[in-house]
């Protein structure tokens, strides 16, 4: 992808034994308006404009399989949704 001016990221950098997790967007498509990381989470908030424009928050989540991870990581996650703009919620 390097040098194309059709696609951005953001990357969320090393946790633990992951080497991180990166999000990519085409410019034409999708206009973020914010991007926050959390441990083991990246949120990214913008403008998805494919037909309309629908106002969308992504949640990108990378867990471990210990169950007691992923309710401390979907916890956070709920907390920083309830005060988020954007309701609508993509998660991958």
Same mark, same amino acid.
């Given at each position: ?23 990519? #967007? +085409?410019?034409?498509?999708? @206009?973020?308006?914010? $991007?926050?990381?959390? !441990? &083991?989470? *990246?949120?990214?908030?913008?403008? #998805? +404009?494919?037909?309309?424009? @629908?106002?969308?928050? $992504?949640?990108?989540? !990378? &867990?471990? *399989? ?27």
């Amino acid at each position: 992808m390097r040098g194309t001016k059709e696609v951005d990221w953001a990357e969320n950098g090393n946790d633990n034994n992951v080497g991180g997790v990166i999000m990519m #967007w +085409r410019r034409n498509c999708f @206009l973020p308006s914010k $991007i926050s990381y959390g !441990y &083991n989470y *990246s949120i990214i908030e913008g403008e #998805w +404009r494919i037909w309309e424009v @629908l106002h969308i928050t $992504i949640v990108i989540m !990378y &867990n471990s *399989s210990s169950l007691t991870e992923k309710i401390v990581v979907w916890e956070e996650v709920r907390e920083r949704r309830r005060a988020q703009k954007y309701k609508d919620l993509v998660c991958g």
